[in-house]
T-cell receptor, first 114, second 113 residues
Framework: QQQVKQSPQSLIVQKGGISIINCAYE??????FPWYQQFPGKGPALLIA?????SEKKEGRFTISFNKSAKQFSLHIMDSQPGDSATYFCAASINTGTASKLTFGTGTRLQVTL | KAGVTQTPRYLIKTRGQQVTLSCSPISGHRSVSWYQQTPGQGLQFLFEYFSETQRNKGNFPGRFSGRQFSNSRSEMNVSTLELGDSALYLC????????????FGSGTRLTVV
């Protein structure tokens, strides 16, 4: 019930292309869905996040699409650049107000080629 | 402002030993959470501390423990190390916004031989 499934495991996209990473969840109590970006040797950094009352959120070249009925959400990276090459993690959380934790997907290694 | 500082960056320990990892949160942050990252299991939640109290705990054996000091610095301890404990241990600090304001450190890479 706490699992978040992420696909694909790895992705190769040409410069200027669109990178799409998908996640699915089971627990309908999840109410916060962030995406994190991690470069080698660094900790994950928050990229963009969405709540289930919104179907889409865009920040620059990054867009989250959220489908509540299908219990799926995805990250779209438009005009992908070599500097976007990193590992991306989706996550989900139930915030009880005083105690909360993130449940992460298994990660997608993105490589953007020239 | 300074980010989340984790020390040491790298550690090599022998099976059966114990280890203590340290995390200094961003100034003013009172919540510190710990995660274990491995290639097979990904990022898994260990525990969260807020104002010196453990608020939440993941599904790890009792060999994994932690604490938080009055200055919000946190330590985690792993006793009787096993080969499977080899991982990147990450801490994340946040202020009153909890998980919404997570800032992760660069982690401590623990290798158990």
């Amino acid at each position: 019930q706490q699992q978040v499934k992420q696909s694909p495991q790895s992705l190769i996209v040409q410069k200027g292309g669109i990178s799409i990473i998908n996640c699915a969840y089971e627990n309908t109590a999840f109410d916060y869905f962030p995406w994190y970006q991690q470069f080698p040797g660094k900790g994950p950094a928050l990229l963009i996040a969405i709540r289930p009352d919104v179907s889409e959120k865009k920040e620059g070249r990054f867009t989250i699409s959220f489908n509540k009925s299908a219990k799926q959400f995805s990250l779209h990276i438009m005009d992908s650049q070599p500097g976007d090459s990193a590992t991306y993690f989706c996550a989900a959380s139930i915030n009880t107000g005083t105690a909360s934790k993130l449940t992460f997907g298994t990660g997608t290694r993105l490589q953007v080629t020239l | 402002k300074a980010g989340v500082t984790q020390t040491p960056r790298y550690l090599i320990k022998t099976r059966g030993q114990q280890v203590t990892l340290s995390c200094s949160p961003i100034s003013g942050h009172r919540s510190v959470s710990w995660y274990q990252q491995t290639p097979g299991q990904g990022l898994q939640f260990l525990f969260e501390y807020f104002s010196e109290t453990q608020r939440n705990k993941g599904n790890f054996p009792g060999r994994f423990s932690g604490r938080q000091f009055s200055n919000s610095r946190s330590e985690m301890n792993v006793s009787t190390l096993e080969l499977g404990d080899s991982a990147l241990y990450l801490c994340a600090s946040s202020g009153t916004s909890g998980i919404y304001g997570y800032t992760f450190g660069s982690g401590t890479r623990l290798t158990v031989v």
